[in-house]
Every structure is written in structure tokens, then in C-alpha cells.
């Protein structure tokens, strides 16, 4: 091998000079250093999940269109537009309920089926939006199915106790049971201020407000 060629040749130099002086034979017994190389090992890089974002869309594609500020018993409002016009994904998210049929009679008590044809969604931002009266529900759209931010679900109505004007129910709500808890579901945080924003092109968040009012009450409406 080279290195031990290079050592013999070191030890002949060494043999030779022993007579110069005892400086010198130090000298060139010392062997040359030799240049150490460092071992990186790899790196393992965890991924980092991404952030959802949320994109809001006014729930109702229709130039003549308008809401309530207020509701009559509780939080939530009505957006009228003429019969017919898109109802659409408020944000991205999964399908909770679906009702096709409306078996709202006339003379009913306040019950589960006060909204007649309805979707409600879980949003990505984990607030349940919840769209009723409606005339009819969009084909594919039932529970399970994911939907993105101005999908349409349905069209605008006046199906369960809609009193034969063409509108939807809109409520904004936590998703608690996820279904059946209909006093919950109708709406438990007043949607006005943020239909205003989304209406144009704004992305105002109701998750704080939706969060205060699971932590002051729960799943109670």
C-alpha cells in the first residue's frame, strides 16, 4: 500500500539523518498528519401540514338579492332571491345532512321539519352552515360527499314553513351532534355581518363567534 510505502521511506530518512543531530532525526520521525474527513449522517425531514385556508362564498348566486340583520326567535336570517336561483357552499367542506323530501305540513309545531328541503355542511373551518327552503337539492349532493367553496348544493325555495316566499334559511352554527339537532342546526350565531362581508368579496370569519358560543353553552340552542 501507499501509506506503508511512504512510513518505510520516512523510517530510511530517519536512519540516515541519526548522525546530524538528534534535532533533526526528531524531525523526520514525525509522521506527516494526516486529514481526518467527517461523516454527515442524513437529515430526516418531517413534514410540515400545511394551513387550511378557507375561502368564503356569498351562499346565494343572485344580482337581486337580500337578507335580514335580524330573525324572528333566534340567531339566523333569511336571504331572499327569486325561486330557482343556485344555493351554493358557503366554504369547502363535507355534507352533514340532506333532506330531498319536504314533509313540512301546514299547522306543524317548530320541529325538524320546518326547513323542508335542506343541506347543511361541516366546513373546513369547522363551523356547520346550514341552507333551507329549498326547491330542490343539487344531484350527487348527500351526506359524505365533499364540496368546495361556491358549489352549488340546491336552489332557492319555499318548500316547509316558508310561508310561499321564495327564500333560503341560512344558520350558522357548531356541528355538535352533526345531525338531528335541528334547534341547534336552524342558526345559534347571528349570520348578517358576515353574509355583508363575503357579499363583497370580504372573508370575515364567524369561527371565533361560533367558538364563544360553544364554550358559554354547549350544544344548547
Request: charge should be positive; proline fraction near 5%; glycine fraction near 12%.
Amino acid at each position: 500500500m501507499r501509506y506503508l510505502k511512504s512510513l518505510s521511506g520516512v523510517a530510511a530518512v530517519t536512519v540516515a539523518l541519526t548522525g546530524f543531530g538528534g534535532s533533526a532525526a526528531t524531525v523526520a520521525a514525525s509522521p506527516a498528519p494526516v486529514e481526518q474527513v467527517q461523516v454527515v449522517q442524513p437529515v430526516t425531514m418531517t413534514p410540515v401540514a400545511a394551513a387550511v385556508k378557507v375561502k368564503y362564498a356569498f351562499p346565494v348566486k343572485a344580482k337581486n338579492v337580500s337578507f335580514h340583520k335580524t330573525h324572528a326567535g333566534y340567531p339566523a336570517t333569511d336571504i331572499f332571491a327569486a325561486c330557482g336561483k343556485p344555493f351554493v357552499a358557503t366554504t369547502s367542506g363535507v355534507v352533514l345532512e340532506v333532506s330531498r323530501v319536504d314533509k313540512y305540513k301546514k299547522g306543524m309545531k317548530d320541529g325538524p321539519y320546518n326547513g323542508g328541503k335542506f343541506v347543511s355542511i361541516k366546513g373546513d373551518d369547522g363551523v356547520r352552515y346550514y341552507g333551507s327552503h329549498l326547491s330542490s337539492v343539487s344531484k350527487g349532493i348527500k351526506k359524505g360527499v365533499r364540496v368546495k367553496s361556491g358549489q352549488q348544493l340546491g336552489k332557492v325555495g319555499k318548500t316547509g314553513n316558508a310561508s310561499n316566499v321564495c327564500h333560503v334559511h341560512y344558520g350558522i352554527s357548531p356541528t355538535c351532534k352533526k345531525a338531528g339537532d335541528w334547534k341547534v342546526r336552524r342558526g345559534v350565531v347571528w349570520p348578517a355581518k358576515y353574509l355583508t362581508s363575503w357579499r363583497k368579496g370580504g372573508q370575515k370569519s364567524p369561527v371565533a363567534a361560533v367558538k364563544a358560543y360553544q364554550k358559554k353553552k354547549g350544544c344548547k340552542a
